[in-house]
């Protein structure tokens, strides 16, 4: 029996549970989760930029040439801080199922609300940030005719950071595209086909793991955030994005969700659910070359 008088934060008493299922359905969770140094109350984090001049032609006889090192620290302030509450009567929910109700609740919206609008901010601020040239930001229509030969020249400006550490988002359109292509010739194998199912998806080119965006809704350039992630007038649908994962910051700084009895608050005969995201993407000054972004031109 839950005590009447206490406040439950869900976020410290399941966090690992929490924490599992906003993650298993978002998309970006291959990007990693990074550790920071906080401070300025927490809101700020600092990251040491090191860089040095190179080699230069030893003349015998006059000793070493110098060189000049440059240490830098870039700053990164928390710029998404999100919140809701819920007021659920205390008719629809008494002392004893409180948990199950709260975990209908989390469920719900965190399915249907924060992976959505995780992932749509996270691909919208990458795109935002990508270096404006013609290597690294594109408008361009995918076909089958063409899908394979740009993914490969996307890829290109970023290899030197190592295939390994590049993740490629793509569109279920790009990746329609790819699977259908007319540029390279595919043989069905038995590795291929199962009992009953065919799978005939490209998941890596060139060494890079190639992952599919499903959601459309979430693969957008731009979007409206005074309630939820809404896809904003102006935006345009993404066809892939490459990204060094060393490259970018995505930090989820604070996940809390509280449930308060009936008189634990002042808001009606009821439970009252709140849930607070404090996150944000950045990408490192040192870095700002390692995504490549691709748009679908306006219909």
Do not use: C
Not at 8 to 20: E, H, R, S, W
Not at 108 to 117: A, C, D, R
Not at 263 to 287: A, C, I, P
């Amino acid at each position: 029996m839950a005590d009447s008088n206490t406040a439950y934060n869900y976020a410290t008493k399941y966090g690992t549970q929490l924490d599992q299922k906003i993650t298993e359905g978002l998309v970006t969770t291959a990007l990693g989760v990074p550790q920071v140094d906080w401070f300025n109350g927490n809101k700020s984090f600092k990251l040491r930029r090191i860089s040095t001049t190179g080699l230069k032609t030893h003349t015998r006889g006059k000793g070493y040439n110098s060189g000049t090192v440059t240490d830098d620290e870039d700053t990164y302030t928390m710029g998404q801080d999100r919140d809701i509450e819920f007021f659920i009567d205390s008719q629809d929910v008494d002392e004893t199922n409180q948990e199950l109700a709260m975990a209908n609740i989390s469920n719900t919206f965190i399915t249907e609300h924060v992976q959505p609008e995780l992932d749509a901010y996270r691909f919208s601020t990458m795109a935002a940030k990508s270096v404006r040239d013609a290597k690294h930001f594109k408008s361009e229509t995918i076909s089958k005719d063409n899908a394979y030969s740009m993914l490969k020249a996307s890829i290109l400006p970023i290899r030197k950071y190592n295939p390994a550490n590049i993740t490629g988002f793509v569109s279920s359109a790009t990746m329609d595209a790819l699977e259908r292509s007319s540029e390279f010739t595919r043989n069905i194998t038995n590795q291929n086909v199962g009992m009953t199912a065919l799978e005939s998806r490209v998941t890596s080119i060139d060494g890079v793991t190639l992952i599919e965006v499903w959601d459309d809704a979430r693969f957008q350039s731009a979007y409206n955030y005074d309630e939820g992630a809404v896809v904003a007038p102006d935006a345009l649908a993404i066809n892939y994005q490459f990204v060094v994962k060393q490259a970018v910051i995505p930090v989820v700084k604070e996940n809390s969700v509280y449930l308060f009895a009936p008189g634990q608050h002042t808001e009606g005969d009821g439970y009252l659910y709140q849930n607070r995201l404090y996150h944000d993407l950045f990408v490192r000054k040192s870095m700002e070359d390692g995504i490549v972004t691709s748009l679908a031109p306006k219909a």
